[in-house]
Nanobody, 118 residues
């Protein structure tokens, strides 16, 4: 069973940092691209960052460039999202998403809440 579980969310003041983790199980982690999405109240889910299976390529939403860094450790079956210089508008539920290289399989995590106070 393909499963991903996020952790690391919480309440932080503006300008602070958080590191989200996404632990995968039930599949060959190194064969999956990993992404972080977020959804704020009343808004659509949006892509925050994405990393390819072997970390050769990353992409970011314009709103988080130069503040957030996505990474992964294929030995630990874990993806990370380092978030620095957080802003109140970063407040959202952050979801991890795994997608196989073949596009035949995917999984969403249940999400972790990030709240940034001003």
């Amino acid at each position: 069973q393909v499963q991903v579980v996020e952790s690391g969310g919480g309440l932080v003041q503006a300008g602070g940092s958080l590191r989200l983790s996404c632990v995968a199980s039930g599949f060959t982690f190194s064969s999956y691209h990993m992404s972080w999405y977020r959804q704020a109240p009343g808004k659509e889910r949006e892509l925050v960052a994405r990393i390819t299976s072997t970390s050769t390529r990353t992409e970011y939403a314009d709103s988080v460039k130069d503040r957030f860094t996505i990474s992964r450790d294929n030995r630990k079956n874990t993806a990370y999202l380092q978030m620095n210089s957080l802003k109140p508008e970063d407040t959202a539920v952050y979801h991890c998403y795994a997608e196989s290289i073949s596009l035949s399989s995917s999984a969403w995590g249940q999400g972790t809440q990030v709240t940034v106070s001003s």
